[in-house]
């Protein structure tokens, strides 16, 4: 029996050559100055507002600045100059960017609208509470994340906030912030994201909790498991050598997500795994067989033009929180034992919360086709049991440490 194993891939390492992405408001411009920064997982505000104390703002400075003020990340930026301007309008910086479909009232995700047609997710419905629930809020929604920037005596507005579930600088490239007066909602001021010549400096912070869990497939054997942890590692060490036994032998290759655990007690292969539930899906991004009210066959708003793409290097935010094969970039297959670990700045959903749920092991989808397991395991807190797998895991949590070292 061969056993593939995947060199640990540390995308905290890769991030160490990377740059800040920086907005930059000036006194020639917006009449404002400062810069809002984006880090590793961290945003920070820092701006002296003193310059458009009499005049500059919408209606007034008080009635602008007095409830704090709003900020998001913006879609584009057409402006042909790239400086910051009190000139904010949807023709410009268009809506919020949600590339989770979060849909607030100003986002600017294309299916979030009234509630039908191919707007059907309803901007009605958005009630964001990212402390509790990281998908309920747009990614670009800063302010409902962590609450307004308040202006102080002095005219300073500052704060800096970071989260597992933040932006990275790169994917700010072409995007823009803007601000808005905290009563009224108007577009005061805004400015595009730019590289800096500065390199990073923070570090993406773990989850909330402390829960590293496991799904366990001990079917194919005592080793395979799948291991998540709330600092963004996805382990991955499945024998689906004798997965060409339990499916359709035209089935080769495999992949693994998160599933809700339907009527599923206990870890099973094949059509023992018939139990389990459709596949977890809280962004609504239409993974084959969602759970989203929004889903119909992989299509989003019964948009047939709709596919969904997972594309982890490019865009983190193109896949599923809980398609974990998505953000591997690669698929089990029946030749060898396969050992993968990815760490950091997965996008992973709360370990906490996927106790109870189910990691399935299955056939890609085809349109003619119903879903076909290989194997599925019951996620639950992980215990080291001292297993070769066990073992690699905390390799690869030291390694992810030492990296933050450097």
């Not at 004798?242 to 032998?249: A, N, P, R, W």
């Not at 292969?269 to 239409?286: A, H, I, K, L, R």
């Amino acid at each position: 029996m061969k056993l593939i194993t995947v060199a640990c891939v540390n995308l905290l390492l890769l991030a160490k050559a990377a740059k800040q992405y920086v907005a930059t408001f000036t006194s020639d411009g917006s009449g404002i100055v400062g810069t809002v920064t984006v880090d590793m997982g961290q945003v920070s505000v820092d701006l002296d507002l003193s310059g458009v104390v009499d005049s500059g703002l919408p209606k007034n400075f008080s009635y602008c600045t007095g409830a704090g003020l709003s900020y998001h990340i913006h879609k584009i930026w057409t402006h042909n100059e790239a400086t910051d301007t009190t000139v904010c309008g949807p023709d410009y910086t268009a809506g919020h960017w949600d590339p989770w479909h979060a849909c607030g009232a100003a986002s600017g995700n294309e299916y979030c609208g009234d509630g039908n047609g191919t707007t059907c997710i309803p901007k009605a419905d958005y009630d964001p509470d990212f402390s509790a629930d990281p998908f309920s809020a747009e990614v670009g929604d800063w302010s409902s994340k962590y609450g307004k920037v308040t202006v102080d005596s002095s005219y300073m507005a500052s704060t800096e906030q970071n989260s597992f579930y933040e932006v990275l600088p790169g994917e700010m490239d072409g995007l823009s912030v803007v601000f808005h007066c905290g009563t009224g909602g108007n577009r005061a001021f805004c400015a595009p994201f730019l590289e800096s010549t500065e390199a990073v400096s923070a570090t993406v912070p773990d989850q909330d909790n402390e829960k590293v869990v496991v799904a366990r497939f001990a079917e194919l054997s005592e080793e395979s498991m799948i291991i998540l942890a709330p600092n963004g590692t996805i382990m991955v060490n499945v024998d689906a050598t004798t997965g060409g036994d339990l499916v359709d032998s035209t089935c080769t290759e495999f992949e693994y997500s998160i599933f809700e655990a339907g009527s599923l007690t206990e870890g099973a292969t094949g059509d023992g795994c018939s139990g389990v539930g459709q596949q977890y899906d809280p962004t609504d991004q239409c993974l084959p067989w969602s759970n989203s009210e929004y889903c119909t066959a992989g299509e989003l708003c019964d948009d047939s033009g709709y596919v969904y793409s997972c594309d982890f290097t490019n865009q983190r935010y193109s896949c599923a929180p809980g398609d974990l094969s998505g953000k591997m970039g690669e698929l089990i297959g029946t030749s060898a034992v396969y050992s993968k670990t990815l760490d950091g700045n997965t996008l992973i959903p709360p370990t906490d919360t996927l106790i109870g749920k189910v990691i399935g092991i299955n056939c890609g989808y085809s349109s003619s086709n119903d879903i076909k397991f290989v194997a599925c395991g019951i996620i639950e807190e992980y215990e080291d049991d001292g297993s070769a797998a066990a073992i690699s895991f905390i390799m690869a949590t030291v390694v992810s440490f030492i990296a933050l070292l450097f």
